[in-house]
């Protein structure tokens, strides 16, 4: 396994570098970059002025002293050939130095910090919510299979997984933040604005209050997915013949469920658990934030590439991209520290 964890590893290399290099040359063929969209706004144009930019790169700097346009393109760096900034961008990511916002002034790591515990609230609470109800729903339902229970919470979750997370969302605060009906609960920020006046329980109480919605929204259509695969994966084990064949013996249903089934139903579910665990922390939703007006990493992905913030873009994938990897390996090596069957000396000859 030390053979095949080293192979993985390297293949992270070409795989992080190819999707850098067809990201940073996009970015040089998408109109309204930074320099044409200050020119804009010097102009007074604002930054509607990227509009105008299926035209010559810089038909709008007519009225522009050329000396002073150079300056504005080293100022964000494009006096620099393409292959040169590449390298240098490449260079400073090494060290996980990833600059500065060009929309925002400040350091593209301080900026992704600010807005993690937005991101990191909702996608940890989603992630406990799913796979606390997933798990023994799911077990109920292979249990109970084909009765009404399991008809019944089907439909709903059915239902729940064909409503899109946003429509969900706009219905929750329609019902319970005060749109058409009842002002249960909160529909903006994570916390109250009087949130530091309160005591230590009642903070931690307005924060749990906050999340209601937008974790609901969040969790839904995701614990449909994981319930069933949960359901599928049980109902699996319990038809094999060494069910069949613990009962014979005499063994309880709890027995043959907990002390056989479990541990090989849940299998699939577990070895899902580390990409899920960190893209559950690390990613955000654009419409869900906008929602509940949460500052988080979707919607600063949505603005860094509507204001052409290349820093925020290509940082942010390039640490989201490396994270996604190691994610995608601890998911396969989790595969053999649930099931000692699997073993991975094959592909390490």
Request: proline letters at 4%; aromatic letters at 14%; glycine letters at 10%.
């Amino acid at each position: 396994m030390l053979l095949y964890t080293v192979k993985r590893l390297a293949l992270m290399i070409p795989t992080l570098l190819g999707v850098m290099v067809v990201t940073f040359v996009v970015t040089q063929f998408v109109p309204g970059g930074p320099v044409e969209q200050l020119i804009a706004e010097m102009e007074g144009k604002g930054a509607g002025g990227e509009v105008a930019a299926g035209a010559s790169l810089y038909r709008g700097d007519s009225g522009l002293d050329p000396e002073r346009l150079s300056q504005l393109r080293a100022l964000y760096g494009f006096d620099q050939p393409p292959l040169q900034r590449f390298f240098v961008m490449m260079n400073n990511y090494l060290r996980f130095d990833f600059g500065e916002s060009y929309y925002h002034h400040t350091g593209v790591a301080a900026l992704v910090v600010s807005r993690m515990p937005v991101s990191m609230s909702l996608g940890l609470w989603t992630f406990l919510l799913v796979y606390g109800l997933c798990v023994p729903l799911g077990i109920a339902k292979a249990v109970r299979h084909g009765s009404q229970f399991d008809l019944f919470t089907s439909s709903v979750l059915l239902l729940g997984y064909a409503i899109p997370g946003f429509v969900l969302g706009i219905v929750l605060v329609v019902l319970f933040g005060g749109g058409s009906f009842w002002s249960v609960f909160p529909i903006r920020g994570l916390v109250s604005d009087n949130w530091r006046e309160l005591g230590f329980a009642a903070k931690i109480l307005d924060y749990l209050w906050h999340c209601v919605l937008p974790v609901t929204a969040s969790a839904v259509g995701s614990l449909a997915v994981m319930t069933m695969l949960t359901k599928n994966s049980f109902l699996e084990e319990i038809r094999k013949k060494y069910v069949l064949t613990a009962r014979a013996k005499g063994l309880g249903e709890g027995a043959v469920l907990y002390r056989h089934v479990f541990r090989n139903a849940i299998i699939p579910i577990i070895t899902g658990f580390p990409g899920y665990f960190l893209a559950s922390f690390f990613t955000g939703s654009l419409l869900i934030e906008t929602i509940f007006s949460l500052d988080g990493m979707g919607l600063l992905a949505y603005q860094s590439v509507m204001n052409r913030d290349y820093p925020v873009v290509l940082g942010t994938l390039y640490f989201f991209t490396l994270l996604g990897l190691f994610g995608r390996l601890l998911t396969d090596l989790s595969y053999v520290w649930a099931d000692p069957r699997i073993s991975f000396r094959r592909l390490d000859e």
